[in-house]
């Protein structure tokens, strides 16, 4: 998580008192998630398991109240890009003085429509992302599936054969980050890159190619969140994983023939 400032901005308030506390908790926590371009996953579950997960009150259906309406106060843009939905604050460089974004990774994050041309969900899309109350502290409850499957448990992603062994490889790679590997928000990234047509072999190899990747690893982007970003950077992992490893030099001179 990273250090990032509150606007001061009249909206903001205007915005707290529409949505309510946990509205604000919502949109104000979800400020330290933001990319340098102030930029973020839009899917209601995942900004569920990856700001507020131990926060009953802050259900889905609170989560999607409060981008709307700070969208509709000019605070966020709520939008839908290359088959996925994402959140730009387009006053977040603005706000951030002292910022250093040379020193901050590239945002990967598609930009926002030009001139303002957002799609608003439709309640259908927004019933089909997820229920109000199946994410609530983690709680297993029954509600509507993932990405419009229809009715379903969200005790199934738990309980989903590919779900734990991506989880359990991710684990093995990976055993410092047990906690956040525990959240439904993980399970749920998983769930819908496994729906976008990946196998749980191919899942495991991008998890494998994150820890060979020198960069994510001195920038420490190895949560399940940088792994499964995005198509482009599971692809990018993959072949990082498949890539054959180089063989050991050769010893020269007076010790070659010892070997």
């Given amino acids: 998580m990273l250090n990032r400032k509150i606007s001061r901005d009249r909206a903001v308030a205007e915005l707290i008192s529409r949505v309510g506390p946990y509205g604000g908790i919502f949109f104000t926590w979800l400020i330290a998630h933001l990319d340098r371009e102030g930029r973020v996953d839009g899917d209601v579950p995942v ?15 609170v989560i999607s109240n409060t981008l709307r309406q700070a969208q509709d106060l000019g605070l966020l843009v709520w939008y839908e890009a290359k088959g996925d939905r994402w959140v730009a604050y387009p006053k ?102 496994l729906d976008a047509g990946y196998t749980a072999d191919q899942l495991c190899s991008a998890i494998d190619g994150n820890k060979l990747d020198e960069w994510y690893q001195s920038q420490k982007l190895t949560g399940v969140r940088q792994v499964f970003k995005n198509a482009e950077t599971i692809d990018k992992f ?9 063989e050991p030099p050769k010893p020269t001179g007076a010790w070659a023939n010892e070997f």
């Avoid at 608003?120 to 990405?147: F, V, Y």
């Avoid at 993959?238 to 180089?246: F, G, L, V, Y």
Wanted: aromatic share 2%.
């Fill in 47 to 61: 900004l569920k398991g990856m700001v507020v997960p131990r926060i009953p009150q802050c259900t889905a259906e």
């Fill in 92 to 193: 977040f460089q603005q706000n951030q003085i002292g910022l250093r974004i040379a020193r901050e990774p590239e945002s990967e994050i598609p930009e926002p429509p030009p001139n303002g041309a957002v799609t608003e969900p439709t309640q259908r899309q927004l019933d089909a992302t997820m229920d109000p109350d199946c994410l609530q502290d983690g709680a297993l409850r029954e509600g509507k599936g993932i990405e419009g499957k229809g009715i379903q448990s969200v005790k199934n992603e738990v309980d989903d054969p590919d779900i734990r062994r991506v989880l359990n490889h991710y684990l093995d790679v990976y055993p410092e980050n047990e906690i956040q590997a525990d959240q439904q928000g993980a399970r749920l990234i998983i769930r819908k890159r």
């Fill in 238 to 246: 993959i072949a990082t994983a498949e890539q054959p490893e180089p």
